[in-house]
């Protein structure tokens, strides 16, 4: 049986995850592949805390570039896109195959570590970059190998899942739910990268490239975070028949342009997706022949993350063994894509909350305001009383517009007199 | 680039769907993989009927063998276990990659056809034979490659799926449910196959299969379909928070033995998978890392059939231009397994329903019974009131039990004076 070196950088949660799975499943793993693969080495700064699993005597090491050298494989644990690229880069041009889970590093200089894997005569790896323990990647890149891929809509972060879960299912507010994650460790202390969106964009950018070929910059799309989802709006989505979720959508369309976006999105409530709760991710693909598929699991934490980095490991362990560089071009440069749809051209339904006066012809002016820019309401609803100050809440719901008209419209609506500060936006998908 | 030749033999619904995909995506599809793949030949023995699928000229034929001869891999769409068997064993014979959709076969002759495989060079690949577009094989193959699995749950036949759906949705009886779908083609003429649970039988073998090496056949497990499943257990079944669903179970218990099992079984109503209805299928995996999973599609059907037909030809075309037998073993000989767990031996939670004289002593008789076998009941309610005839319903729900003395149980309630016909027992589980 052949035999493979496989080498880790950086021994945090993931990291420890990663050497428990190898060590752990190694014999089961063998019998279904037919490599053996053996951890030799781990680099880390810190050789000396217990992160509870029981490691080989000899090769946690901080000397990194030693367990680089000596590995067939390197797997990329460390995160951050500075120390990481660095060590990555240097074990592609020695030719090694790299396992990483470091989205935010691919989404950034993606097509650089591509063009350095291919110089170099090795790989590149990520299935954990994107859904955590969910093979999303490799489904698309090969389970729906012979489909076109018209839309994937995914929940892509787990902290951002959870807040708006508990937010929903304990009528908490998010500065509340926030604080609470963060003490029990679902969010970190600065949780912009995942409340901001900038998380799941990282994701969304990995999976537009896999459905269309290419490599688009996180600056290239729209990110809108759940910093500004109120309680409110939850439950006023509630009663319309939705909920909300920070979904990741990546669609082409007639023309085979592209439209890739972040963003708070009201859903059915009967949706599959709707239905995918706290850290869980979930990403739904529709292919032309396939039709709707959607796939669910942790998309966070150690062993989940650890099971699509060693699903990764055996990959490039059966392409060394048989002498292959890489099965499936790691990414397409060539775009299957006519071009990217700006975000003032896209056409979706929208969801709009307003503080008014409470006075006669408030709701009509509302309505004028958005029948003259030929936005089509399918609802518009006052649903509480006036408050102690005499103003009152008003939520439209709207057909698909196009959003430089909608954005054109809810300017005009915060100029009227009536009008209480800004319009609350939200983009909907009846998935 | 290097071209592979493909054929198909019997060009009915889902070899039309296969056509229709490898012509139409044949660029998208050569761009992904590097590999073109070219369809060269159809074999079908009625070479007029329209498919509804545009085919070049010349290439369908009723020669099947010079289909196989002239292919590079042989797509068997053929169905069946007679002649399928014998065209797959011709081409196996002549090195020849074999794709196919064909559970059944699979199901009865899995060993035969991976031996003549491995003996004369070839492949066989099946990822079409269970979940229909659903890229599950791959999943649990690869994706999951570092997990031991814990457990499968399935909805596999969405013909059942879709009869279960419209009787809950409907509060239609079985045999009227049956005979809608008939008419509308969401079951056969004889539907047995479907119904009776087989067709999830053959399903669930190559699940277990691919879960921990081996092959069993249908006869070594438990079958049970939903012929007998009621309206009223669908709706005590919702009153108590449950959904009805056939299941194929596939478990390894802490002492490593396997459990195969197919059977109608009460699911918690919140679970994700109680949520997958009409004729879309779902399998939750749950691995030693990866922690719970669930996938969810099209389990039939002309394209999400060919959807999962077509990977396995990517598949085997990069194998081919990679000058590689198989990337993975097709099945693994040896089992990861200490045996198989008797039905006997099954410990399940379980719903009885029965009908009894409405008197006094009665409920207390029933109570005493299932006490006298040790069994833990967790509710025994009456939910209406005396029929015409004084009889009443009793459903008892219980916690784990061993199979064995919970059919002693019920061989002891059949028994008593207060008892008419049978007691109705169905499985739970708490996934």
């Known amino acids: 049986m052949k035999h493979i070196k496989v080498g880790i950088l950086g021994f945090g949660t993931v990291g420890a995850g990663v050497a428990d799975c190898l060590l752990k499943n190694r014999v089961v793993i063998s019998r279904r592949i037919g490599v053996d ?15 509870g699993v029981s490691i080989p005597s000899g090769i946690l090491t901080d000397e990194t570039e030693s367990v680089i050298a000596k590995s067939d494989i390197v797997v990329e644990l460390i995160g951050g896109t500075t120390v990481s690229r660095k060590f990555i880069l240097s074990a592609l041009k020695q030719g090694k195959a790299v396992v990483t889970a470091n989205k935010a590093l691919l989404a950034d200089y993606g ?40 839309r994937i809509y995914g929940i892509l972060n787990g902290t951002c899942n959870y807040i708006l879960t508990r937010m929903e299912r304990e009528g908490l507010g998010f500065e509340e739910v926030l604080k609470d994650a963060q003490r029990l460790g679902y969010a970190e202390a600065n949780p912009s990268l995942d409340i901001d969106g900038f998380d799941t964009a990282h994701k969304a950018v990995i999976l537009a490239s896999l459905a269309y070929g290419g490599w688009h910059t996180t600056d290239e799309i729209y990110v809108q975070g759940i910093r500004d989802v109120s309680l409110l709006d939850i439950r006023f989505a509630e009663d319309l028949g939705y909920k909300i979720k920070l979904l990741g959508i990546i669609k082409q369309n007639a023309d085979f342009r592209t439209e890739v976006r972040v963003h708070p999105t009201l859903i059915p409530a009967h949706a599959p997706l709707a239905g995918i709760s706290d850290v869980f991710n979930g990403v739904m693909v529709n ?70 006066d409470d ?32 103003r009152v809440t008003i939520v439209a719901v709207t057909h698909e517009t196009r959003e430089s008209e909608m954005q054109a419209a809810v300017n005009d609506l915060e100029h009227i007199d009536a009008m ?12």
């Open 37 to 51: 693969i053996e951890l030799t080495g781990i680099g880390d700064l810190d050789t000396t805390s217990d992160r």
């Open 111 to 150: 097509p650089e570590l591509f063009a350095a894997a291919e110089a170099g005569g090795g790989t590149i790896c990520y299935e954990a970059s994107v859904g955590g323990g969910i093979p999303i990647i490799k489904a698309l890149r090969e389970g729906f190998v012979g489909n076109r891929i018209n």
């Open 287 to 356: 292919g032309d022949f396939v039709g709707d598929t959607l796939f669910y699991g942790r998309g966070a934490g150690r062993a989940a993350t650890a099971s699509a980095v060693v699903s990764d490991i055996a990959d490039a362990a059966l392409n060394l063994a048989q002498g292959i560089q890489q099965r499936i071009p790691a990414y397409r440069k060539s775009v299957e894509s006519s071009g990217m749809v700006s975000m003032d051209e896209i056409v979706t339904g929208y969801y709009l909350r307003m503080l008014v």
């Open 359 to 390: 006075r006669p012809g408030v709701l009509a002016q509302v309505a004028s305001i958005l029948s003259n820019r030929k936005i089509s309401v399918s609802r518009l609803v006052q649903p509480d009383d006036s408050d102690k100050d005499g």
């Open 420 to 431: 209480y500060g800004k319009v609350c936006v939200l983009r909907m998908e009846e998935i």
